[in-house]
């Protein structure tokens, strides 16, 4: 250290930092005091959870319930994740491909068994038969699913085998608090149990070692009583969160980064509300001189009451004096401020600053389009995590529980053929309906795309759509009355068909 300081004063050298800068440092490391609150210690991702989670969780619950701009948040998530309907779903199961006379010939989609499977989970999806309660239907359970990530890092799903109704199979909800997170030890097997989850030797969960009441349902006065933990294998319990770090085993709520920005962004707003609403009252005081008495009217607690007409003066009483108290209220600062604000908050959440704010005032076409491209291509980020994390899981433990118990009448010998969903998350309208159909028309003469293609990005089923315009024509051909504009469109679009197909057909040109 004394050679470093020596080195440091014979090149002029006076702040460590400079001397850290000399030898190559990060200056991101540096310590100086303009940096004494920036952290220094690192935590595993589960000793950084143990000490926060719990606290996390209930400001970000608090600032749902009563920040706005939190709550904007929680339904353009819904709203723009799920859409109305929730996930769109399609089975996909195909019979193999064959390789015949060198040739392979692609396998076709088991209509029967995709018809078979598809109708029996829309009616498991029924409120009466998706969950425990029996008060929810598959898209409320999907919606409170991906509110509670985003609120609390995870929601637990239990999967209910054997249960009372058609399907033998519902989903029960809970809330994390339900984990006992303070249950960690080690086990005599070798596994170990973090935040009230045991894993294997190679960190794979193999319980959940949950609650038996809520144990934040305390203002009832319930009671445990008997066995302390109710054990869950893993294979029963579907624990969605987006992980951060390696061996991660509990989520973080999504809205941590903001959380602070949001909390004291609505003090402000609060503070400013009330400065605003007293200044518009222009309140005032009365100043007594010498020693006269005032032997006007008062409230009956001693304060003075004057009365406050607009364009009148009253004569005030002999020896009192007015002194005026007048706030400047509200401030000419405080629309930028908040923007400011918002601005960061919408970073930190992964949305667009004009949609969260729901402030359009400075976007134009052009920015509107950049913004809502990256805001939806999150959205979509969000619903491939959902899909793979949840709708999938559930999804194939019912097809399991459905083929055994008989209610879907197929071979379990072929399972893995029958589980093929196809799940897709909400797809937005056209912004330019004109501009954005003559793309794709483009795109589709130039053979950059297919129909098939541009079908799924709508959530239209390809097959349906082709089979309801040719039930269309049909009838309109029976009823005679098809108008001569269809009648051109129909038939230039199968005589492209006809090239198209008449093209494939030729042979190759033989090479030179």
């Known amino acids: 250290m004394n050679l470093i300081r020596a080195i440091a004063n014979k090149f002029g ?44 969780i209930a400001r970000t619950r608090d600032l749902r319930d009563n920040f706005d701009y939190a709550k904007a948040f929680i339904r353009m998530l819904k ?119 045991e894993f294997d030797a190679w960190k794979r969960p193999v319980n959940y070692y949950l609650h038996q009441v809520n144990p934040n349902d305390s203002y009832y006065g319930l009671e445990r009583y008997g066995i302390r933990h109710l054990v869950l294998p893993a294979r029963d319990v579907i624990h969605p969160f987006i992980r951060y770090r390696a061996k991660q085993a509990h989520g973080i709520p999504w809205m941590v980064t903001p959380a602070q920005r949001m909390k ?98 400075a976007v134009n076409f052009a920015s509107g389009m950049i913004g809502l491209g990256e805001e939806r291509d999150f959205w979509k980020t969000i619903q491939y995590w959902f899909i793979e994390n949840f709708s999938e899981p559930v999804f194939t433990a019912w097809l399991e529980m459905a083929i055994i118990t008989g209610i879907v009448p197929l071979p379990m010998s072929k399972f893995a053929k029958f589980n093929a969903p196809a799940f897709q998350g909400r797809r937005w309208k056209f912004v330019n309906p004109a501009v954005e159909v003559e793309a794709i028309k483009t795109m589709l003469d130039l053979r950059l795309t297919s129909i098939t293609r541009q079908c799924a990005e709508q959530n239209i089923d390809r097959d349906e759509l082709f089979q309801e315009i040719a039930d269309e024509r049909q009838k309109m051909e029976d009823l005679q009355i098809m108008p001569e504009a269809v009648k051109e469109s129909l038939s230039q679009v199968a005589l492209q068909d006809a090239q198209a197909q008449q093209a494939e057909s030729q042979p190759a040109p033989k090479a030179a």
Request: glycine share 10%; with cysteine.
């Open 264 to 361: 004291m962004l609505g003090g402000y707003e609060e503070a400013e509300l009330v400065a605003s609403r007293v200044a518009a009252a222009k309140m005032g005081f009365f100043k007594t001189q010498g020693d006269a008495e005032y032997k006007g009217e008062d409230d009956g607690s001693g304060n003075k009451i004057m009365d406050a007409q607009p364009g009148a003066f009253e004569t005030l009483p002999q020896g009192l004096e007015l002194d005026k108290w007048d706030p400047q209220h509200p401030n000419a600062n405080y629309p930028a401020v908040v923007k400011a604000w918002l601005r960061g908050i919408a970073a930190g959440l992964g949305t667009s600053y004009h949609t969260l704010a729901n402030d359009m005032e």
């Open 13 to 56: 050298f006076v702040h460590k930092n400079q001397v850290r800068s000399m030898f190559g440092g990060f200056q991101a490391a540096a310590l100086s005091r303009l940096v004494t609150d920036w952290t220094t210690s690192t935590l595993s991702a589960d000793a950084q959870a143990r000490n926060d989670l719990k606290t996390l």
């Open 79 to 197: 709203s723009n994740v799920l859409g109305d309907a929730g996930m769109h779903f399609k089975n996909k199961a195909m019979d193999p491909s064959l390789v015949l006379g060198g040739k392979l010939i692609p396998g076709k989609l088991d209509v029967f068994a995709n018809k078979v499977i598809e109708d029996n989970y829309f009616e498991w999806y029924k409120k009466e038969n998706c969950t425990v309660e029996g008060t929810m239907t598959l898209c409320e359970v999907e919606k409170v699913v991906l509110e509670t990530t985003a609120t609390d890092g995870a929601p637990l799903v239990r999967i209910v085998r054997g249960f009372d109704n058609k399907f033998k199979f519902a989903l029960q909800l809970l809330e994390i608090d339900y984990i006992d997170f303070m249950l960690n030890k080690k086990l005599e097997n070798g596994n170990e149990i973090r935040m009230g989850i």
